[in-house]
């Protein structure tokens, strides 16, 4: 299966975070492929897409929002997101957002809606 994993990061802990996922994906019999989201040009060739984003002033990074919005069509395929960001009072607002952002109501993937709960490391 050829997997592509996409990330939006300010700073590098997103692109660390979307770098180990690969890895580990790789390590698992995976083909796989890690890029910045504005180096992807179409996701058509990949069976399964992850992209992820940081998280600043609430948001997702503008290339991670605009990567999901110009790919929406393409990402019927099975897509998994993630976001980095701090927790703390904020994390319940952040997960309705990006719940909203990540899928519409006729989106194949509506069963990801919804906050994912914190887990302590």
Known sequence: MTVLVGYASAYGSTKGIASRVGEHLRAAGFEVDVH?????????????????????????????????????????SPVWLFSVCSIGETTSFLSERLARIATTPESPTDRLRGPTPNRSP
């Open 36 to 76: 910045p989201v504005d180096e992807i040009d179409a996701v058509n060739a990949y069976e399964a897409v992850i992209i992820g984003s940081a998280i600043h002033n609430q948001k997702w990074l503008p290339s991670g929002d605009e990567f999901m919005r110009a790919h929406a069509e393409a990402l019927a």
